[in-house]
């Protein structure tokens, strides 16, 4: 079982940073990929970065050169830092946690889901 918790969501002028946070809690010692995903309104779920437990990390095209996925396992929490926002960049993000084998940008594959945290990016 695993518990997730966003934080860091707000308003921010196009070209500004923002740094989400998702606190990772576990009750066991299994190792899963972690994720951010974002949905825009009117739109479907997509997939923003993910970072493998062995440290492996993908982007989406779109966000790549902008958004850093990180994770501080002293603090279990993971990281999204954006820069260089766009309006096109607003969305809910959420943190996801998978189980399974590999480490997918597919949010099908996710078995654990924080609530999500709003993020509003004006011109």
């Known amino acids: 079982q695993v518990q997730l918790e966003e934080s860091g969501g707000g308003s921010v002028q196009a070209g500004g940073p923002l740094r989400l946070s998702c606190t990772v809690s576990?009750?066991?010692?299994?190792?899963?990929?972690l994720g951010w995903f974002r949905q825009a309104p009117g739109k479907e779920r997509e997939g923003v970065a993910t970072l493998d437990f062995d440290g492996s990390i993908n982007y989406a095209d779109s966000v790549k050169g902008r958004f850093t996925i990180s994770k501080d396992n002293a603090k279990n929490t993971l990281y999204l830092q954006m820069n260089s926002l766009t309006p096109e960049d607003t969305a809910v993000y959420y943190c996801?946690?998978?189980?399974?084998?590999?480490?997918?940008?597919?949010?099908?594959?996710?078995?654990?889901w924080g609530q999500g945290t709003q993020v509003t990016v004006s011109s």
């Open positions: 996801a946690a998978d189980a399974g084998w590999g480490c997918f940008l597919d949010d099908t594959e996710y078995d654990y």
């Open positions: 576990t009750s066991t010692s299994s190792s899963y990929c």
